[in-house]
């Protein structure tokens, strides 16, 4: 597990931004000790680490003294033994927008519900 003590993004104070995987699943998580003027969280991962992100998820603003927890479950998350980087897009309600650090999680998955899982997945 890789944890962000503290940071100011744009108008929110991050606090405890860290992730780490289960079964089936990588799991982000994060407090906010402070939103002013924000208006969500962009989940942004990387499979290239940290040289290029794509949004997964997006979280509303639920007020300071919030936590959060986003939930990537998706196929490409369940190669077992991969690093992916991670990160946060704070969105304010004025458009602007800031980046949070950026956390590594390596995905400990169980070899048989990966493998059932991504069959699964195939005939979705």
Same mark, same amino acid.
């Given at each position: 597990?890789?944890?962000?003590?503290?940071?100011?993004?744009?108008?929110?104070? !991050? $606090?405890?931004?860290?992730?780490?995987?289960?079964?089936?699943?990588?799991?982000?998580?994060?407090?906010?000790?402070?939103?002013?003027?924000?208006?969500?969280?962009?989940?942004?991962? $990387?499979?290239?680490?940290?040289?290029?992100?794509?949004? !997964?998820?997006?979280?509303?603003?639920?007020?300071?003294?919030?936590?959060?927890?986003?939930? %990537?479950?998706?196929? !490409?998350?369940?190669?077992?033994?991969?690093?992916? $980087?991670?990160?946060?897009?704070?969105?304010?309600? %004025?458009?602007?927008?800031?980046?949070?650090? !950026?956390?590594?999680?390596?995905?400990?998955?169980?070899?048989?519900?990966?493998?059932?899982?991504?069959?699964?997945?195939?005939?979705?």
């Amino acid at each position: 597990m890789v944890i962000l003590i503290s940071s100011l993004f744009a108008g929110a104070t !991050i $606090s405890g931004f860290a992730g780490y995987s289960d079964d089936a699943r990588i799991i982000i998580q994060w407090n906010t000790t402070l939103e002013h003027n924000v208006a969500g969280f962009e989940v942004q991962r $990387s499979t290239d680490n940290g040289r290029t992100f794509f949004e !997964i998820g997006y979280l509303h603003a639920q007020g300071q003294g919030s936590g959060y927890t986003f939930i %990537d479950d998706s196929i !490409i998350a369940k190669v077992s033994g991969r690093e992916y $980087s991670y990160r946060l897009k704070t969105r304010n309600m %004025d458009g602007t927008s800031e980046l949070s650090e !950026i956390i590594q999680i390596e995905s400990q998955l169980a070899v048989v519900n990966h493998t059932w899982g991504s069959l699964k997945a195939l005939f979705k």
